[in-house]
């Protein structure tokens, strides 16, 4: 999925995607996994300090509209496993507060969804480092901070800190670990992924948090979800040249897209649709995503 890089105009994306399921690797038993060349040097840079447990940030202010929570009804297994991480997940989501995430709901969702869970058992120790990470495929999972950073430029603008979007739809589902956010922040999320595997393994990554506002699609996200929308927010989750004109076109009036612009180098952009012909687009910061394509495979 991605690192920081950009976006220029209105424009098309990549996809990010998921390859693995949660539990424990017994010791001496290496998975090695397909992983993208950038996704590999992100974990191999972020190694030396994943190791050891963060600690929990210290107490103070929080941004508005933050407060922790508890993942939507989990089983008993799972609620002992995500009480065992919760201090780790504190610390990442003050990582991400650092470097100038501020919307407090965006923040009370990154940290109550266990990204380990979505991880391939073989990288878990570096679940809550703020890199990408291969989930097989040629896909990766998106670094917590640009998971925060996109779906706060969605929001942005919305009245009410806690003001939950209407209905939202994101191209990429991936491992999963994008859509188990964006569904604490709208009503409705539908996640649309053209790689089989990585749909599936979605589908069973996402099984025991039992998310109910939540649609998964095998389809190809270029085309969108014509039946469902307008949308209030739209994410790309992967990098084309520009944004394809259905999902532009599903878009509701003054909703807005966020997503990863450009070739060798990307930019996140925002578009905002503005009238029933009309977008207005905003290049936010550099980033780094795999390619958007077309088609199912």
Known sequence: MTDRSGVPEGKRFPLPLSSVTGGARKPGAP??????????????????GAAQPPKAPPPGPKPPGYAPQATQSAPAAQRSDLMATEAIRRAMVARVAAQGVKDGAVLAALEAVPRHLFIEPALSSQAYIDASLPIGHNQTISQPYIVARMIEAMRAGKSGA????????????????????????AKEVYSIERIKPLHELAKANLRPLRISNLRLHYGDGMLGLAQVAPFDGIILAAAGLEVPRALLEQLAIGARLVAPVGGQVQRLERITRTGKSEWASETLESCHFVPLRPGTV
């Open 162 to 185: 806690d003001a939950p979007l209407g209905r939202v739809l994101e191209i990429g589902t991936g491992c999963g670990y994008q859509a188990a956010v964006l569904a604490r922040v």
């Open 31 to 48: 998975a090695p996994v397909a992983t993208p060349q950038t996704a590999t040097q992100n974990a191999a840079r972020a190694l030396g």
